[in-house]
């Protein structure tokens, strides 16, 4: 099986204001094409930031993040933006990560209006948003609803509808469901689970 992802040595400290405080230090794993590897520790312990500097929104002190052989903190802006329609994060809070501003159309829309296809093309992204909402077990009613107007399970879905909008091989989850009530919890897991058989995803 190919290994789809590598992370040798990573080091990223942040500076406080008594010095530099390790985070991430000295972590080392590899992923499989089509697995599901969990980062498991307690809170605070570095998981979110491994997330975070795996995609770049964290930058690493040091090591290397391969992805497909090439190391992921080398890239420029150009490859990144590539890279970032290869890979995608799911973030712990649905709400905090989506705009209360924009509807769950705009919500999911807005990652493909990077694409020049779907910026040409306004029936084509429209028909896009709503396979993506049918996929994601999102109602078609809830098109123009915002945010707010969503429970915990369904602000979720939009946060997962917009990491599947760009057809991502690898998906981080930053624990997806813990801040969801325990009866959606399974839900969304199942969710996970079937989009990984359906889509030959990687988690």
Known sequence: METL???ENLKLAFHGPDGRIPAVRG???????GET???????????????????????????EVNFHGENVLGFNKS??????????????????CLNPRLSVFELIAEPLTNMEEYRRDKKKLDARVRELMDVVGLSRRLINA??????????????????????????????????????????IINLLKR?????GLTY
């Open 195 to 199: 989009l990984q058989m359906d889509l």
């Open 5 to 7: 992802l590598k992370i």
């Open 37 to 63: 590897v969990a980062l498991v520790g307690e809170s605070g312990c570095g998981k979110s930031t491994t997330g975070r500097t795996i995609i770049r929104l964290l930058e690493a002190d040091s090591g």
């Open 79 to 96: 490859q990144m933006k590539t890279f970032r329609e290869h890979v995608q994060m799911v973030f712990q809070d649905p709400y905090s």
């Open 27 to 33: 972590v080392n794993l590899s992923v499989d094409a």
């Open 146 to 187: 915002y945010p707010h107007e969503l429970d915990g399970g369904r602000r979720q879905r939009v946060g997962i509808a917009r990491a599947l909008s760009v057809k991502p091989e690898f998906i981080v989850l930053d624990e997806p469901v813990s801040a969801l009530d325990v009866c959606i919890q399974a839900q």
